[in-house]
Every structure is written in structure tokens, then in C-alpha cells.
């Protein structure tokens, strides 16, 4: 099964940037979305098709997907960014998250 | 504004069933293909099945297969996950969201499954 590959913590300091990857086999030949949740809350899109906003979503958030790996960037990382991030994808007629990431402001 | 109002979870025992509902409202219900995605009490999200407009299609996560049902009722605005044979790594929350190009714009509040052994 096609697994997607996060590491299991980021942390960064205020107004400083985070760098959130997503790997797996030939990724860049799909498309990555990004979601963040924070507790008790359900997860919101941050970016589609691997570069997109959605609506008042800030434009901090921005992504790239290429080769193996995807990536979600935060510039300018704000205390509300702290949260758990996903990345997810389709393959073979079936989503898949990645692992998460859990982003600290530290 | 798009709703989505999930309901039906609550404690049932393995082997057990339950179903869930997810009411929809500030859009065109038809016109999207409706999924359901669990996150299990500290863990990540897993996506379980979703449905075409027409409900024509369904497709399923490999540990769900020949026990949940997925459905939806255009009618109602609604869609369903019929779930039987409820085991307790089944224990999660529910969401149900809306999905396009191979992403999910919206998501609901959550229902919590608990399966007792």
C-alpha cells in the first residue's frame, strides 16, 4: 500500500519559517494536499493540488511537490500555527494521509 | 455556508453495529462525491470510503471492506456509513467530508465510535 512519510515533529520559532515534508514513492506525479488541525478541532485545508489556497487561508502557507517529496512551508510562523499537519494524496482508488506532523512555536 | 452535521456514534460492543449519518446543507448535495475519514483517539487520519453523486460508486478502505456500507440520499441531503461487525480499532472519530479534485474542501464536526470489548 502507498504510504506517505512525515516527520513526527517541527518546531520553530516566531516569525521564523517551518518546513513540513512528504515522501513517497514518485509523490510529485500526484497531487498533495495539506490539511492542519488543531485539538478538539477537525482538520481545514491549507493547500491543494499541491501549490493552491483555498480562500482566507493566509498567504504564509504555501506548497511544492517534486520529485519524491512534497512540501508544505510556513513563513512568518504565527503561535495560531501551532498544530498537527497532514499531508494526503490518491492512489489506486484510495486516499491516503500521511503520518503528521506535529509543528511547535516555540 | 457549507454544513456538514454528523450523527449517530456512540458505545456499542464488538460485533456490534452502528450507523452514521452526515446532513449537508449550503450547497448542491448532487454534486459532489462524499466521503467519510476516522481519526482514532491520538492518532492520525485514515480515510474509510466515499461515494459518487449518484451514488454509483463506492469505494473503501481495505480494513472496512464487507462490513461498512457507504450511501447517500440526494433527497435528504444526506450520506450514511453503515457499519457492522464493529471490532475495537473500529473506536474513532468520524468525520464526513466533501471532497473534489482528489481533496477534501469541507469537513463536519465529528462523531466519536467507541467499541467495547
Known amino acids: 500500500s502507498y504510504e506517505l512519510t512525515q516527520p513526527p515533529s517541527v518546531s520553530v520559532s516566531p516569525g521564523q519559517t517551518a518546513s513540513i515534508t512528504c515522501s513517497a514513492d514518485?509523490?510529485?506525479?500526484?497531487?498533495t494536499s495539506w490539511y492542519h488541525q488543531k485539538p478538539g478541532q477537525s482538520p481545514v485545508l491549507v493547500i491543494y493540488e499541491d501549490t493552491k489556497r483555498p480562500s482566507g487561508i493566509p498567504e504564509r502557507f504555501s506548497g511544492s511537490n517534486s520529485g519524491n517529496t512534497a512540501t508544505l512551508t510556513i513563513s512568518g510562523t504565527q503561535a495560531m500555527d501551532e498544530a498537527d499537519y497532514y499531508c494526503q494524496a490518491w492512489d489506486s482508488r484510495t486516499y491516503v494521509f500521511g503520518t503528521g506532523t506535529k509543528v511547535t512555536v516555540l | 455556508e457549507v454544513q456538514l452535521v454528523e450523527s449517530g456514534g456512540g458505545l456499542v460492543q464488538s460485533g456490534g453495529s452502528l450507523r452514521l449519518s452526515c446532513a449537508a446543507s449550503g450547497f448542491t448535495f448532487s454534486n459532489y462525491w462524499m466521503n467519510w475519514v476516522r481519526q482514532a483517539p491520538g492518532k492520525g487520519l485514515e480515510w474509510v470510503a466515499n461515494?459518487?453523486?449518484?451514488?454509483?460508486?463506492?469505494l473503501y478502505v481495505d480494513s472496512v471492506k464487507g462490513r461498512f456500507t457507504i450511501s447517500r440520499d440526494n433527497a435528504k441531503n444526506s450520506v450514511y456509513l453503515q457499519m457492522n461487525s464493529l471490532r475495537v480499532e473500529d473506536t474513532a472519530v468520524y468525520y464526513c467530508?466533501?471532497?473534489?479534485?482528489?481533496?477534501?474542501?469541507?469537513w463536519g464536526q465529528g462523531t466519536l465510535v467507541t467499541v467495547s470489548s
Open positions: 467530508a466533501r471532497e473534489i479534485v482528489q481533496h477534501f474542501e469541507y
Open positions: 514518485k509523490l510529485g506525479d500526484k497531487y
Open positions: 461515494i459518487k453523486q449518484d451514488g454509483s460508486e463506492k
